[in-house]
Structure formats: structure tokens, C-alpha cells
């Protein structure tokens, strides 16, 4: 089968749009639909610095590439950032994939750990916390946040980039959804032009599958062991579901994506709780005290505990 744009032999079939794509127009399609994202959202300005979020999973790199050749024809640079969270056995091969991956792309790399900001790791607050109901990801996500936030502070940073892709928008909604956190859903607006330090997610028009296509025709040497953590939640039970209504409807992911576009942007105005700033870290927050902060000053008192017992 032949390519659409080109003579080229047709490797991949977009389900959605009925196109078929060789390798290079498929490439060229997922950098032309990064950058319209970026531009509709002015994600990235003339000299920015992009702190880009690099966990060595596939999404990240693909975001680092697609970064990395857009900033040589436009005036912005980037610097990739990798948070350890402190999960044995998992992280050290990702941070060898990165670190080798951002010296053939010839892009500054920086490395922060949980235990270094917050003098715990994941793996000792999962054993310090009190209520197994709080998930592994959910303390992990709080504490990754703040981590990019302090990394991006401290490289001069004034936007961070994270690889979160079409799908985990939709799982995301649906969690939120599902968990009654509307104010949440106000949040995923990409539209945070006018903050100080901006949050952008320029792979988040993509589907996930066609970003696995993307690294694996780039030979992009992404991680491929999961987290061990990563099957506790209910984000696999959903990204499931949503793949297999895919598979019976195409194109019902980007609608659902449309959807939340237009309800999140109707949230966003209805955040009715009042912004303040954290009696402890100062950081912006919606109680006295910010959740990492709570969250830090809870697996402390635990692990004093512990130490008395
Ligand atoms: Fe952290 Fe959960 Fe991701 Fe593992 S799967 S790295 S625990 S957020
Ligand atoms: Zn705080």
C-alpha cells in the first residue's frame, strides 16, 4: 500500500482519519500536530526556557525529540529534568536511558530526587502512610508536581512540559469524574497563558498508540518495564475501557477530548475555592496548608512514631 502524501510504501493506517502514512509522513505529521498544539494554546514563547519532565517512558522521550527539533528552528530553549522517586529496581534504568538519550540530542540534564526535596522516598512513605486508601499515585503525582516545580525554579525555568498524551487526558477526566473532583476538571484547561510558571502538555492531542508508533519508528530507546505501582489504581481498569470503545468506534477519543476541552474550560470559572498561600512552603494552595506539605508532615509524624515503638 502506498503512502498517501508520498511514493513511499504505507507503514501505518490512521484508523480515524482513513489516511495511510509511511514512516517519515507519519513522523512529520505527529511534529506538525505537536506544534499547532503548542501555537493555538502559546504554550511556548520567544525565549522561554522548557523544563522538560523526562521519565524514560515513551511519552516523555517523544515529547523531548519532538521538543528538541522544534527549538532549533524557533527561539526557545529546552533543559530535561528527571525525578527520582526513590522505587528500587525501576528507576536506575531509566535514568541510564535518559541520560544517554539527552547526550545524542545534545540537551542539558538534570537530575532531582524525592529523598533529596522531601528527605523521603516513595517506597518509605508507601510503608509510613496510614491509610492504604491513599494510592501509590496519588502521593507519587502530589510530590512529582511539586519536584517539577522546584526543578524549574531552580534552572530559571518559566514553563514546564509534561508528555501526557490524549488517552491519559480521558483517563484523567474520567478518575476526576468519577471521584466527584470537579474542580479538578477546571484544572486540565490547557489554557494558562497568563501564570508565571506555565504547565503545558503539547502531546495532548495525541493518541497514545500513535505515540508507541512514533518512538518505535525513531528508534527512540524508551523504558519498557512498568511501574511496579502502576496496576493499583483505577487508571488501567479505564484506559482498557476507552481503548476498546476505540476499537469499536474510531475517533470517539478525540471527541470525548473535545468534550472535555469545553467542560473544563465552563470549570475552570467555577472554582469557587479561594486561592492562598501555604503557611509552611509558601507555595499556592486552597487550605492553610498545601497538600505536600500535609502530605510531608503526616509521614513524618508516622515515622517518629515508628521510631518511639
Ligand atoms: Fe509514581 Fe504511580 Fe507513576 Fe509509579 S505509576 S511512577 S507510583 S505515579
Ligand atoms: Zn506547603
Not at 538519550?101 to 523521603?120: A, G, N, R, T
Not at 471521584?179 to 503545558?200: A, H, Y
Request: with cysteine; proline share 2%.
Amino acid at each position: 500500500m502506498q503512502c498517501d502524501k508520498c511514493q513511499n510504501v504505507a507503514v501505518y493506517s490512521r484508523k480515524y482519519s482513513g489516511e495511510n502514512l509511511c514512516s517519515e509522513c507519519f513522523s512529520n505529521s505527529i511534529l506538525r500536530k505537536t506544534a499547532k498544539t503548542i501555537s493555538k494554546y502559546k504554550m511556548i514563547k520567544n525565549g522561554d526556557l522548557v523544563c522538560v519532565g523526562v521519565s524514560g517512558g515513551k511519552d516523555s522521550l517523544v515529547l523531548l525529540d519532538t521538543l528538541k527539533k522544534m527549538s532549533q528552528t524557533h527561539n526557545f530553549r529546552i533543559i530535561a529534568v528527571t525525578i527520582d522517586e526513590g522505587i528500587p529496581g525501576y528507576r536506575d534504568e531509566a535514568l541510564n536511558i535518559v541520560k544517554e538519550f539527552c547526550s545524542k540530542l545534545d540537551v542539558e540534564f538534570k537530575i532531582y530526587s524525592y529523598k533529596e526535596l522531601f528527605d523521603v522516598t516513595l517506597t518509605e512513605s508507601l510503608e509510613l502512610r496510614e491509610n492504604e486508601k491513599t494510592s501509590s499515585c496519588s502521593i507519587c503525582g502530589t510530590f512529582r508536581r511539586r519536584a517539577l516545580d522546584h526543578a524549574a525554579r531552580q534552572i530559571g525555568a518559566n514553563v514546564i512540559a509534561t508528555g501526557h498524551n490524549l488517552d491519559d487526558i480521558l483517563q484523567t477526566f474520567l478518575i476526576n469524574t468519577l471521584s466527584g473532583d470537579t474542580n479538578r476538571i477546571g484544572w486540565m484547561n490547557p489554557d494558562n497563558e497568563n501564570v508565571e510558571l506555565r504547565k503545558i502538555k503539547p502531546l495532548s492531542e495525541i493518541y497514545e498508540s500513535e505515540i508507541v508508533f512514533y518512538a518505535f519508528t525513531n528508534n527512540l530507546p524508551f523504558q519498557s518495564e512498568p511501574c511496579p505501582h502502576m496496576n493499583e489504581g483505577i487508571r488501567t481498569e479505564i484506559r482498557e475501557f476507552l481503548n476498546m470503545l476505540e476499537d469499536n468506534r474510531s475517533g470517539i477519543k478525540n471527541s470525548m477530548y473535545h468534550s472535555i476541552l469545553k467542560i473544563s474550560d465552563i470549570m475552570k470559572n467555577n472554582d469557587e475555592k479561594e486561592k492562598r498561600n501555604c503557611d509552611i512552603c509558601g507555595n499556592e494552595c486552597t487550605g492553610k496548608i498545601c497538600s505536600v506539605c500535609t502530605m510531608i508532615t503526616n509521614l513524618k509524624k508516622e515515622r517518629s512514631n515508628s521510631n518511639i515503638t
